[in-house]
């Protein structure tokens, strides 16, 4: 059963009592990511992630490395495009101490001028590593150039020019003006009970001040239907196709999910079973959506070689267009739903797992659906939901490519 607290500054606290478990999980969730910053500071708030690690008045990052061990626990951090989460998982009987080191580095970082460049190094190899990790390259193509209007488009990492461009006092303004009360959700999960989880929580954190100035709304992004990719010197290509999806919290929302399994998701699935099994093409494929608050992404992936790389995008293609009442058997539809509901049910063993479930939702849609909602609703999905979803997301006129490889793009466009 989940507690809803929002203190006097704006915060939002949702906690959850498991006491079957001996560990306490923690988010301090935030409503800004990359999509939230300019062009002119692309990557700030995955730089202020960075940063948060690396001391308070009272604590340097070896101090916070070496507490958190002390104790057994892990505190880590994310940056996406729409949020940003910082978290510690430790033991019920730690919980001050993780408690106490993550709101200090949230509340109190220094942003120390003496780890700025060394940091500016460390996110400039990261962005180095994505570029030689062709995988993740062609999903970064490709949401840069059908997006290449918005800052939905923007990498997370930002770019060399503007993460070296980051001073002391451009990461303290930003904080100041995105890293709000009104803007965060904290989630807290495990053993220990609501009012102490809130009594604690707010401890530490009612001494924010709201700001009142409103949050700077992201732009509404366009989507642009093309052919991208980039030449690189590697054994495989890379091949990704990508279609406009459903964004964040809408009704059908389970229509796509159950669509993504079916399609590509496992060894089961439709995508597999042709184009790695059948047809031997590719050691990976599989699909992925995205949904954000406005808009959303389906994608196909599959790494081929280069000479396969026509022959592959076309069988997938042809697979998307099939998709009908006879290939979405009883059998399959029924499949699914249970690899959904398996994996719901199987992430509700870890606590860290249901903070970053309720942190998330709480965050992102203002709620959170308990496990028997989202059991009722994958099971009242039809075939008829699937297929009218299929039929809306996969359109040809819809569809972009984007590949990274030896020919880049042109052998899918000559």
């Known amino acids: 059963m989940y507690h809803t607290t929002v203190l006097a500054n704006g915060i939002t606290i949702v906690s959850e009592f498991i006491p079957t478990v001996r560990s306490v999980a923690f988010g301090i969730w935030v409503r800004n990511g990359s999509r939230n910053e300019l062009s002119a500071n692309k990557g700030i708030s ?85 570029e030689d990790s062709p995988e993740d390259l062609v999903f970064e193509i490709m949401q840069e150039n059908i997006w290449r209007e918005s800052t939905l488009g923007h990498q997370i990492l930002g770019d060399a020019g503007t993460v070296s461009s980051f001073d002391c006092a451009a990461l303290h303004a930003y904080f100041e003006s995105s890293y709000r009360p009104e803007n965060i959700v904290i989630s807290i999960s495990g053993n220990i009970e609501a009012d102490t989880a809130v009594r604690k929580v707010s401890g530490c954190f009612e001494g924010m001040r709201a700001s009142g100035t409103p949050l700077r709304k992201p732009d509404t992004p366009a989507y642009f239907a093309g052919n991208y990719g980039k030449v690189k010197d590697i054994e495989q290509a890379h091949l990704l196709l990508s279609f406009p999806g ?55 992936y599959a790494g081929v070689s280069p000479e396969n790389l026509r022959v592959a995008c076309d069988a997938i293609v042809s697979e998307l267009e099939h998709i009908s009442a006879d290939t979405l058997t009883a059998a399959r539809l029924g499949k699914a739903k249970e690899q959904l509901k398996s994996s719901l049910l199987l992430s509700l063993e870890s606590s860290q797992s249901r903070m970053m479930r309720m942190g998330r939702s709480m965050l992102m849609l203002g709620r959170i659906h308990t496990s028997d909602e989202i059991i009722t609703k994958i099971d009242n999905v039809t075939h008829e939901n699937v297929l009218a979803m299929a039929a809306d997301i996969l359109r040809p006129d819809k569809m972009s490519a984007a590949a990274v490889g030896a020919s880049g793009i042109s052998s899918l466009t000559t």
């Open 46 to 130: 995955h730089f202020i992630e960075h940063m948060m690690f690396k001391g308070t008045p009272t604590r340097n990052y070896a101090d916070i490395a070496e507490e958190m061990d002390a104790i057994g626990g892990h505190v880590n951090a994310f940056t996406s495009k729409e949020f940003s989460c910082f978290y510690a998982v430790s033991l019920d009987n730690h919980f001050d101490t993780a408690l106490d080191i993550l709101s200090d580095m949230f509340l109190r970082s220094t942003f120390p001028n003496e780890e700025l460049a060394k940091e500016q190094r460390v996110i400039l190899e990261e962005i180095d590593m994505y």
């Open 246 to 300: 459903i964004e964040l919290g809408a009704p059908n929302i389970y229509d796509m999910t159950l669509l993504n399994t079916i399609l590509g998701s496992g060894m089961s699935s439709m995508l597999f079973q042709k184009i790695r099994e059948e047809m031997g093409l590719a050691y990976s494929v599989y699909t992925h959506y995205s949904s954000y608050t406005d808009t959303g992404l389906f994608s196909v």
